[in-house]
């Protein structure tokens, strides 16, 4: 009897046991950062961005996810869904002149010909992906879904994609460790590259002839006498689908 009763508490713990370990599994919402844009030629307020790609089946509310760079800066993203197959472009700034809606109109004036996208949002923030080198976006519980290390090697006005369709991989260095070499193949993992290093087929030149006319603020072309310039990407457009 002793050995019954033994036997049956074992097998009610294992019960339990599974069922607590199945209720308290890690869920990683399908997230990835397919692309972002390190350092625009000329003005960057409104001009840095990143975008997220959805590569699930279901639809993902951003509400209470987070850009950071693991240390001290951290970008919160408002409440943006992605559809599966779908992006997201979010839009770094700070300028306390200038409102979240005017760095999503910037963006849409520079790259998507001034039409407006609701996959575009504009953040407030004094985050900064050239003083990041490491960039790491997690959700709203604070688990790291993708990890990002770079070095200071990019070519202004050319973003960095994700040049490989595989999404298993979701960790790429650390900015100790980088393993983003956009100066050619990757060395640690190969993944990320600069437009200059493997020419992406989606990607194209951004047009900066609307940005003056943009919140009433002037971002010049070198020709007129400023310093802005054109950059490459494909931000909304890349191939990433499995």
Same mark, same amino acid.
């Given at each position: 009897?002793?050995?019954?009763? $033994?036997?049956?508490?074992?097998?009610?713990?294992?019960?339990? $046991?599974?069922?607590?370990?199945?209720?308290?599994?890690?869920? !990683?919402?399908?997230?990835?950062?397919?692309? #972002?844009?390190?350092? %625009?030629?000329? /003005?960057? /307020?409104?001009?840095?961005?990143?975008?997220?790609?959805? #590569?699930?089946?279901?639809?993902?509310?951003?509400?209470? +996810?987070?850009?950071?760079?693991?240390?001290?800066?951290?970008?919160?993203?408002?409440?943006?869904?992605?559809?599966?197959?779908? #992006?997201?472009?979010?839009?770094?700034?700070?300028?306390?002149?200038?409102?979240?809606?005017?760095?999503?109109?910037? #963006?849409?004036?520079?790259?998507?010909?001034?039409?407006?996208?609701?996959?575009?949002?504009?953040? @407030?923030?004094? +985050?900064?992906?050239?003083?990041?080198?490491?960039?790491?976006?997690?959700?709203?519980?604070?688990?790291?879904?993708?990890?990002?290390?770079?070095?200071?090697?990019?070519?202004?006005?050319? =973003?960095?994609?994700?040049?490989?369709?595989? +999404?298993?991989?979701?960790?790429?260095?650390?900015?100790?460790?980088?393993?983003?070499d956009r100066r050619g193949p990757d060395g640690t993992v190969l993944g990320y590259e600069s437009q200059d290093a493997t020419k992406?087929?989606?990607?194209?030149?951004? @047009?900066?002839?609307?940005?003056?006319?943009?919140?009433?603020?002037? +971002?010049?072309?070198?020709?007129?006498?400023?310093?802005?310039? %054109? =950059?490459? $990407?494909?931000?909304?457009?890349? @191939? !990433?689908?499995?």
């Amino acid at each position: 009897m002793r050995t019954s009763v $033994g036997l049956a508490a074992l097998a009610v713990s294992a019960l339990f $046991g599974s069922v607590a370990s199945a209720q308290f599994a890690p869920v !990683y919402e399908s997230i990835a950062i397919t692309e #972002f844009l390190v350092t %625009p030629i000329g /003005e960057e /307020e409104a001009r840095e961005w990143v975008e997220l790609y959805n #590569f699930g089946k279901e639809p993902v509310d951003l509400k209470g +996810f987070q850009l950071t760079d693991g240390k001290n800066e951290i970008c919160n993203i408002p409440a943006v869904t992605i559809k599966p197959n779908d #992006f997201v472009i979010v839009v770094l700034g700070r300028d306390h002149q200038r409102y979240d809606e005017d760095r999503k109109k910037i #963006f849409e004036a520079e790259w998507l010909g001034g039409k407006a996208d609701d996959r575009v949002v504009g953040i @407030d923030s004094p +985050f900064r992906l050239s003083r990041a080198m490491t960039l790491i976006l997690q959700n709203r519980r604070r688990t790291p879904l993708w990890i990002l290390g770079y070095k200071a090697d990019d070519k202004a006005g050319q =973003s960095t994609y994700l040049a490989i369709k595989n +999404f298993q991989v979701r960790s790429y260095g650390t900015a100790e460790k980088p393993a983003i070499d956009r100066r050619g193949p990757d060395g640690t993992v190969l993944g990320y590259e600069s437009q200059d290093a493997t020419k992406e087929a989606a990607a194209y030149t951004s @047009d900066i002839s609307k940005l003056e006319h943009v919140g009433g603020f002037v +971002f010049k072309s070198k020709a007129a006498g400023g310093t802005c310039e %054109p =950059s490459v $990407g494909s931000p909304l457009k890349g @191939d !990433y689908a499995q």
